[in-house]
């Protein structure tokens, strides 16, 4: 017993010579498996499109045509003042929602609850027959317009968009507002700064480190659901590819036109981001680093 404890002891002490082992790598059929298939099922997904009756010069001679050209800034204008709208309307409902004013709050509750409620189309339709309701828009003694002439199809998709973009946005930027600490804001008191000026000054520069990312992803996502204007004639990429292939039929070439286009405007929006949230994150790199 004491010599098997021994030799035991000794076995322990000495020391594994690695170099006598073959090294072995682990493989992973299943990886090996499902990658196999999803290749088979993307060359099946090619060869279907390659042959199927889709008529790819039609492809190529749509893709700059003019009418999809104009489409295409009408959708860029569009998401760019929606956004550039739906951020104003969210820094402010941001700050009614955090008031301790009950009637600012509560306005700011219900804005939100109402337009993230509701479907955006449904919204774009009701700014778009905003007439049956309100015939004529106007200040005693300022103006007076009748509401069917200025809802138009720009007009109502401006609003719609916008507002609806607001109330996410609020979200968003009241997310970041909150995620800065509570001892920045008493510091700004504390130095005489109004709440305004240390929210403009102090707290929205460390927000916006937060608000970024989300925000951009909003916008990339509000390029696409301006299609959803079609629905009320405004002349967008989609409403526009429609339109032409209402007329020759060639309805798959012109939706590969319009799906191109955006793939195209999303992959440019999305390396902007990406220099944006480097430059609003460089602070927090540095503290890391």
Do not use: C
């Not at 005693?140 to 200025?150: A, E, K, M, N, Y």
Request: proline share 3%; net charge positive.
């Amino acid at each position: 017993m004491q010599n098997s404890r021994t030799a035991a002891s000794e076995l322990k002490n000495t020391p594994v010579d690695l170099s006598e082992y073959q090294y072995v790598p682990q493989r992973y059929y299943g990886r090996i498996v499902a990658s196999i298939v999803i290749l088979v099922l993307l060359a099946l997904l090619i060869n279907a499109f390659a042959h199927g009756k889709i008529e790819w010069r039609f492809v190529g001679q749509f893709f700059t045509a003019k009418a999809i050209l104009t489409g295409l800034g009408n959708t860029i204008v569009m998401s760019i003042l929606a956004m550039a709208l739906g951020v104003i309307f969210g820094v402010l409902i941001a700050v009614m929602r955090m008031s301790s004013n009950p009637v600012l709050s509560g306005v700011a509750i219900g804005y939100t609850w109402i337009f993230r409620g509701t479907p955006l189309i449904l919204q774009l339709l009701l700014w778009f027959n905003l007439a049956l309701i309100f015939p004529t828009i106007s200040i005693p003694g300022l103006f007076s317009f009748q509401t069917v002439d200025i809802m138009s199809p720009f007009t109502a998709a401006l609003l719609g968009l916008s507002i609806n973009q607001g109330a996410y946005t609020s979200e968003v930027v009241r997310a970041g507002l909150i995620s800065v600490d509570q001892g920045q804001y008493e510091a700004a008191k504390s130095i005489g700064m109004t709440r305004i000026h240390a929210l403009r000054r102090i707290i929205l520069p460390q927000a916006m480190r937060v608000i970024i990312p989300p925000i951009g992803n909003e916008f990339i996502s509000m390029v696409k659901t301006t299609s959803l204007a079609s629905m009320i004639q405004y002349s967008e990429l989609l409403y526009n590819a429609q339109t032409i292939y209402f007329a020759n039929a060639r309805v798959m070439e012109l939706l590969f036109v319009a799906g191109i286009w955006y793939l195209a405007v999303v992959t440019l929006l999305s390396i902007g981001q990406n220099r944006l949230e480097r430059y609003f994150g460089r602070g927090t790199r540095r503290r890391n680093s």
